[in-house]
């Protein structure tokens, strides 16, 4: 084999090079204007310089809503640099690697030319009349796998496995379910066929979504719209199991589209977090509610807030004192996301930040969901009013209804009936189904709801009376575009629809502030069906149509009678 040295082959080189086997030349090997290891340092620096440069620039071009393909020279200077670095350092690192991989294969291909020739020669000087003999008979694997799942059933039903760690322990998501849902079966006593197992991605929600999953729940989703909303049209996915709601809102929407659609305006945006924290004096928390306070230490604080955060801005502190005990609310913008993680992390920088002049401080707890007045008045997520004028012509076709009929039920139902029910955020006739469904399907907290639904419906006649004047304004609408539910994937396929999947690129925030106003523009849609519906005397005669089975109820009874 004809196989070219280097002149400064070593004593090893020259045995391979005796045995008839190729030299292998390495990166290194190269001659390069600098000692190999500073060529090495100063691409590798040139690298990492770049990189952070340029990701330090886009990520001020993403705060700015700037357009990220527009360069400045230093900008593409910087691209030209990252290229190179990494041309190099591929070069580099990745000749070690082709090299020995087609070095082996030849060597292995050479070993084997040479075994079938020496086999060629030694069948050549033997008999081939001799008969080998049959290859023995290999017995069938032993199944193991079902006795080890049997085991580990077992030891979860015993306890000596906890059952939330065997995802850890199998390290197969899908396989965990499995077992804990066979497991669960014999703890219990009672099945649970009817509950989907397969068909599911149970990785996407380890550590996230939902702890120790046996299965999941099926939920039917239904399509109302197309929503007219600000000039534009919204099909409106809704996970819901109540018949009548899609085809309520549905008919709410074909109502508003007829009359020219209807428009939003989003007044606020920024999400809440309240901690309360207790002193031994109440003239200690006192001290801290004027820091808190006073405009001069919000920079301060915002510093604080924003270290866990490129998305998070704290907007505003406020604080109310009861005793010596001190309940802080602060209120911060989130970007895409609803927010109440960031949010929480962001406090409790500012709760250590707090602590070094404040070493008496004693956090007691952190507020979560519930209706409150506070969020009813000064709002918390997304604050929307959506309004639309209905024309006289599509009331009577449409809805089937009159101004007057709907201007009067408004006032009984909604107002004054919700203010003798001494409702919180509650005067509309049925916010919550809507916003239920909708967040349902697009991978919302669905416990958000209960400040998510405060709306106050407002209706009255325009246009000589003529028309019908309608408005849903909805203060605490919370709900995001990326985070908790909305990466898996039936939800983000209902987010696809809507147009509002993911972060927005261009301007962060913006998708789920468009979220909030279809939202707003669905609830609206909603409650002009329900409430023509009530007017009319449609709702019961609807909900026997559709809410119920078409069975013949009266028969049942009387053949389960005749039987007993």
């Not at 039903?157 to 804990?180: F, Q, T």
């Not at 927010?339 to 401080?361: A, C, E, I, R």
């Not at 987010?495 to 972060?503: F, P, R, Y």
Request: contains cysteine; negative net charge.
């Amino acid at each position: 084999m004809d196989v070219r040295r280097r002149p400064s082959a070593t004593s090893g080189e020259e045995a391979l090079l005796k045995l008839g086997e190729p030299l292998k030349v390495k990166a290194s090997d190269a001659d390069l204007p600098l000692p190999l290891y500073l060529t090495n340092g100063i691409f590798f620096a040139l690298f990492f310089s770049v990189a952070y440069f340029l990701l330090h620039r886009w990520r001020d071009k993403i705060r700015t809503c700037s357009p990220l393909h527009v360069l400045t020279l230093s900008e593409i200077a910087a691209l030209v640099s990252l290229v190179a670095s990494i041309i190099y350092l591929l070069g580099f690192f990745g000749i070690d690697f082709v090299q020995s991989f087609i070095f082996r294969t030849s060597h292995n291909d050479a070993c084997e030319i040479d075994v079938q020739e020496d086999a060629t020669s030694c069948t050549s000087a033997i008999d081939c009349s001799i008969e080998s003999k049959p290859p023995p008979p290999v017995s069938p694997p032993i199944p193991q796998e079902e006795d080890e799942e049997e085991q580990i059933i077992q030891s979860v039903v015993s306890g000596s496995i906890p059952s939330y760690s065997l995802e850890s322990k199998l390290g197969d998501c899908k396989k965990a379910a499995m077992i804990r849902r066979e497991a669960m079966q014999r703890m219990t006593g009672r099945s649970l066929q009817g509950l989907p197992l397969h068909g599911f991605d149970y990785d996407s929600i380890l550590g996230q979504c939902c702890e120790m999953p046996v299965g999941y729940v099926q939920i039917p989703v239904g399509i109302a719209g197309p929503l007219l909303l600000d000039g534009k049209e919204y099909w409106v996915p809704m996970a819901t199991t109540e018949g009548c709601l899609v085809a309520s809102t549905n008919r709410g929407c074909k109502a508003i589209y007829a009359s020219g659609g209807a428009s939003s305006v989003l007044f606020k945006d920024g999400m809440t977090r309240a901690p309360v924290v207790r002193f031994a004096s109440a003239k200690r928390a006192a001290d801290l509610k004027l820091f808190l306070e006073d405009p001069e230490n919000f920079d301060a604080l915002d510093l604080a807030f924003i270290r866990s955060s490129r998305f998070a801005r704290l907007q505003g502190v406020k604080c109310g004192i009861a005793g010596k005990n001190l309940y802080i609310r602060f209120s911060c913008s989130t970007g895409d996301a609803m927010g109440m993680n960031m949010v929480s992390k962001g406090v409790q920088n500012v709760l250590d930040f707090l602590h070094h002049d404040y070493p008496d401080m004693d956090v007691i707890g952190v507020s979560d969901k519930k209706p409150a007045a506070v969020n009813w008045i000064e709002g918390r997520g997304k604050s929307v009013v959506c309004e639309a004028v209905i024309k006289d012509e599509v009331l009577k076709k449409v809805l089937m209804t009159t101004v007057p009929a709907l201007v009067e039920l408004n006032m009984l139902k909604n107002l004054t009936g919700s203010a003798i029910a001494a409702a919180l955020g509650g005067f509309n006739a049925h916010a919550s189904n809507i916003v239920s469904a909708v967040y349902i399907a697009t991978g919302q907290d669905p416990a958000q709801n209960v400040e998510s639904s405060h709306c106050i419906t407002m209706m009255e006649a325009v246009n000589d009376s003529k028309d019908l004047h309608i408005s849903v304004t909805m203060p605490s609408i919370e709900v995001g575009t990326v985070g908790g539910g909305t990466h898996l994937a039936s939800q983000s396929a209902c987010l696809n629809l809507l147009g509002v999947k993911g972060a927005s690129k261009e301007c962060p925030g913006s998708n789920s502030r468009l979220l909030a106003t279809i939202v707003a523009g669905s609830v609206l849609a909603g409650e002009l069906s329900l409430m023509s519906a009530l007017a009319a005397g449609q709702l019961v005669k609807s909900h026997m149509k559709y809410n119920r089975s078409s069975k013949d109820i009266s028969e049942m009874a009387s053949q389960q009678l005749s039987l007993r």
